[in-house]
Structures are given as structure tokens and as C-alpha cells.
């Protein structure tokens, strides 16, 4: 990690933040733009974990926090988007997920950008009412025995509650428990709806609808970030 600023590569590079609750599809529609714009896709969570598994500093520096559950603190978060920044597989521009996830973080991202001539062109919000989200993540279940991953709605197996690959019987992850979304949700969503109306001061932001099949809410992404859609 450095102190330094981060080249100024003008106002140009495309840097987005991507904002969605637990299954809003965000990974899903980071990993389509990533690919359709050659953005390097920047999601915090993931990050650290790396970070963690690979014993750096940084990843000792945030273990504490991540075995708690906590936020890791601002100044080690920004030092880590910056340097991810930084890497020539950020040169077209990055999608950020998960970081700002507070106004305060938000404030400090903004700051540190500006520092370095750059700034968040667009914030893209995907919208899921908090009842479909649950509907969406409480219907995921998962096969113990090979991992494959089914959805009650969306990608049932052909004999409910078996797998269809061994015939065990599907578990769902105690996290993917109704009552531990709708948790999850009321923890998440107001720190999330405070930094998007952050950036809605500044006019930045778009709110998709993310009850739309995939490629709808990829094509609203590109068309509000002025971009052609591919399909
Ligand atoms: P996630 O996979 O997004 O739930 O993140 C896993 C862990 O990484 C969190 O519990 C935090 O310790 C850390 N983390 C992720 N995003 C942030 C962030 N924006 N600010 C601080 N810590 C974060």
C-alpha cells in the first residue's frame, strides 16, 4: 500500500458504483458489464477475502473486523479501492459493489477521488421490493452432496427437495432463512438508500427495475450510461 496519489487519468475513465440489496442481482449484472465494457469489477467483500486468504497486510490488517461481522475501518477500505484503482486492469474504469456502503464512506470515496481528478460517473441502483428479495434468496436451496445450486421458483429439480444429479435431499443455507433475510434487509437497506440519496443530490444516480429480467436491466444500465447494448 502507498500514500500516493493515484495517476490523474482524467474525468474519462468510467468508474460506476453499483447499489442493490442482497439478491437485487447485482453480482449477476456486475459480471455481464464487467464483461460487456471491460470494466474490472471491484466488490469489496470479495476483496478482502482475498485479501485474508492470501495473508497480506491488508488482509490482516481487516481480519478482526471480518471474523466480527464489522465494517473494516474507512482508511483501510479507500487505500485498498485506490490501489485496486491503480492496477492497469482498472485503465478502462471499474465497477464498484459494495463500497461506499455508508454516506460516510461516500464522503471519503468522493474526497479521495476528486484528490485524484476522478470521480463516480453514474450510481446504478437496482430497486427489488424487500418482499421479492426474500422471496428471491429464501427460495435458493443447495444439493450437500455435489453443490449444485437449484431456485423453487426460478430452477426447481424435477423431484421437489431432491437433487437431481444423487437424489439428496437439498438444504438451504442458514443464512438464505426467510426470518435471516428479512434481518439482513432491515440491517442493509438503510445505510444503502442513505448513499444513494447522497448521490442523488449530486444527480448521478439511476433507479432500474430490478423485477425485469436480466438482460432488461443490463440494457437499462447501458442505455443510462450512454452505452450501446450488445444484444
Ligand atoms: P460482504 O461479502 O460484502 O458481506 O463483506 C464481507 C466483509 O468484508 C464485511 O463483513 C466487512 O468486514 C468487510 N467489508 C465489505 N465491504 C465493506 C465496506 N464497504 N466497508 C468496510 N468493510 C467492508
Redesign the pocket.
Same mark, same amino acid.
Given at each position: 500500500m502507498t500514500d500516493e496519489p493515484v495517476a490523474d487519468r482524467g474525468a474519462e475513465r468510467l468508474i460506476l458504483l453499483l447499489v442493490g440489496a442482497v439478491g437485487a442481482g447485482k453480482g449477476t449484472q456486475a459480471t455481464i458489464l464487467s464483461r460487456e465494457l471491460g470494466l474490472v469489477h471491484l466488490a469489496? @467483500?470479495n476483496l478482502?477475502r482475498a485479501a485474508l486468504a492470501a495473508g497480506t497486510e491488508l488482509g490482516e490488517a481487516?481480519r478482526g473486523?471480518?471474523e466480527a461481522?464489522?465494517?473494516?475501518p474507512d482508511e483501510l477500505?479507500i487505500a485498498m479501492f485506490m490501489e485496486e484503482l491503480a492496477r492497469p486492469a482498472a485503465d478502462a474504469g471499474a465497477i464498484l459493489d @459494495?463500497?461506499?456502503?455508508t454516506v460516510g464512506?461516500a464522503r471519503a470515496l468522493d474526497d479521495t477521488l476528486a484528490a485524484a481528478g476522478e470521480r463516480i460517473r453514474r450510481v446504478l441502483y437496482i430497486e427489488v421490493p424487500t418482499d421479492i428479495l426474500v422471496r428471491r434468496v429464501a427460495g435458493r436451496w443447495i444439493c450437500p452432496q455435489c453443490g449444485t445450486p437449484y431456485h423453487e421458483d426460478t430452477d426447481p429439480p424435477r423431484e421437489a427437495g431432491r437433487c437431481d444429479r444423487d437424489g439428496t435431499p437439498l438444504r438451504q443455507r442458514d443464512d438464505d432463512r426467510p426470518e435471516v433475510v428479512r434481518a439482513r434487509l432491515d440491517k442493509q437497506v438503510p445505510p444503502m438508500l442513505a448513499v444513494v440519496e447522497h448521490y442523488e443530490r449530486a444527480g448521478i444516480v439511476d433507479r432500474l427495475d430490478g423485477t425485469q429480467p436480466i438482460e432488461r436491466v443490463t440494457d437499462a444500465i447501458l442505455s443510462s450510461i450512454g452505452s450501446r447494448s450488445g444484444h
Open positions: 469489496s @467483500g478482502f481487516a473486523y471480518m461481522g464489522e465494517l473494516v477500505t @459494495g463500497f461506499p456502503r464512506q
